[in-house]
């Protein structure tokens, strides 16, 4: 086998086993430490701090310890979070959120920087296209990675469903359940006992072995950049200082475009925050069990991965515009549904359908939503992404943070709300794009936005 396909086929399966672990984890924070809205608050704390790493630190420590090290030092910083998760508690699980935040923007620009690095150096060997050699490295990396959220939320569900303490459900608890939920620490657990210590250390195990051997696969198999790419690994990091950084992302905001794109970019984080925090705890393991929120995550997982290439295939006979009204009418629907249903374990097959079309709408966003900052923004992306990734990030961060102290219903009305605001600035944005001079780069305006060399990562 060719050694650069290699290394990325390691790197690909070292994400794939680290994210089995902690996407699974994520799917049940909000179930698993209800109390005080500790599960939630953890979330909220890992998108924090992702936003001031994403800043300052990534650059910094793949110049330091080089790609690959960078790839398995972030990897430990998730492996903190699971055995955060073994005696969870404020002062197990608050800090090492942190330390998985900090760590994964490194992680993820690392990646980018090495597989960047492995595509320019086989294309120049093997005289080929290197933008083609490397879109077909991410392509590989994103096929394989994609499956990590099936993976991991159906070892959860194959544990719990094993929990003999599980009970019928009363028709009074049923009436916590859903968008009027009576905010009460017992709403998550109406649906079956607390799963026993037992199987939850079983869980907990499992994905942090499951972590253990990304970091081993990496350590062991993926090579160093060999000493003839240095220059190109320099000029891929080469950087201003960090207040450079950090001001050339906010100096992006001079764009008009940008500042009426920050709801739609935001709304990507709350729309994925309710979901996950919200949907998992008040609906599913509120009427069904714990045991069933790795089954309806895994329908939004395998619904989104293959929409995901679905419409990023037809994008270009339909349009984004398209694209886009089609998820804004799915959200909406689901949204106003979601208002209306009161969840009944009779209604079984209705809990996979809303994150099955959760999942389509966010395939949309997604794709759609990279690929506009990508085209608007040509000129100055790495500013453009810095932004996509601070205000993704802070939509995060405010659904988790409000979760524990609204109803569901309000929560709803909220992202409703964000979702058509989202569409209104969307709608300006294309209207000034068709009022440019026809031929006029889009990315070329008035605005005296400073340019970033840094390494584009998720």
């Known amino acids: 086998m060719e050694r650069n396909l290699k290394n990325v086929l390691v790197i690909s399966f070292g994400f794939l086993l680290l994210f089995t672990a902690y996407g699974g984890l994520q799917s049940l924070q909000s179930s698993l430490h209800s109390a005080e809205g500790l599960g939630v608050a953890s979330l909220s704390v890992i998108y924090a701090a992702l936003i001031l790493s994403s800043m300052f630190l990534p650059p910094l420590l793949i110049k330091k310890l080089g790609c690959k090290w960078t790839i398995a030092g972030s990897m430990c ?65 994103f096929l394989i990675f994609q499956s990590s959220g099936i993976w991991g939320n159906l070892i959860s569900s194959l544990i719990f469903s094993q929990d003999s303490n599980k009970v019928k459900i009363s028709e009074k608890n049923l009436a916590c359940c859903g968008a009027y939920d009576c905010m009460t620490e017992t709403t998550n657990t109406t649906g079956s006992a607390e799963p026993s210590n037992s199987l939850i250390y079983t869980l907990l195990g499992i994905y942090t072995a499951s972590g253990v051997l990304a970091v081993l696969l990496i350590v062991i198999f993926l090579d160093q950049i060999k000493s003839e790419q240095a220059e190109t690994e320099k000029e891929i990091l080469e950087t201003p200082s960090f207040w450079s950084t950090f001001l050339a992302t906010f100096q992006h905001l001079k764009d008009k475009r940008q500042c009426l794109l920050i709801p739609l970019t935001m709304c990507s984080g709350f729309e994925q925050g309710f979901l996950s925090g919200d949907y998992t705890k008040t609906y599913v393991t509120c009427a069904l069990g714990i045991h069933y929120v790795g089954y309806a995550m895994i329908c939004f997982s395998a619904v989104n991965s293959l929409c995901s290439l679905l419409f990023g295939k037809i994008s270009q006979f339909t349009g984004r515009k398209l694209l886009f009204a089609f998820a804004t009418v799915t959200n909406i629907a689901c949204i106003i549904a979601l208002l209306l249903w009161k969840p009944h374990p009779k209604q079984f097959a209705v809990f996979f359908i809303f994150p099955a079309l959760w999942g389509l709408s966010d395939a949309i966003w997604q ?92």
């Open 77 to 141: 910083c998730y492996i903190t979070f699971s055995l955060g998760n073994f005696y969870a508690s404020w002062y197990t699980l608050i800090p090492t959120s942190v330390i998985l935040g900090l760590g994964g923007a490194p992680l993820w620009s690392a990646k980018c920087t090495y597989l960047t690095i492995a595509g320019n150096s086989y294309a120049e060997k093997a005289g080929k296209n290197a933008k083609d050699i490397i879109n077909q490295y991410f392509g590989v990396f």
């Open 367 to 458: 794709t759609q939503t990279n690929g506009l900052y990508g085209i608007l923004f040509e000129k100055h992306k790495e500013a453009a992404f810095a932004n996509y990734r601070l205000w993704e990030s802070l939509g995060f961060v405010i659904a988790f943070g409000y979760s524990t102290k609204l109803q569901v219903y309000i929560k709803l009305y909220i992202l409703l709300s964000v979702l058509v605001l989202s569409m209104v600035t969307y709608g300006a944005v294309e209207y000034l794009e068709a009022k440019s001079p026809p031929g006029a780069p889009t990315a070329t305006k008035k605005e005296n936005v400073g340019a970033l060399t840094q390494e584009t990562y998720m």
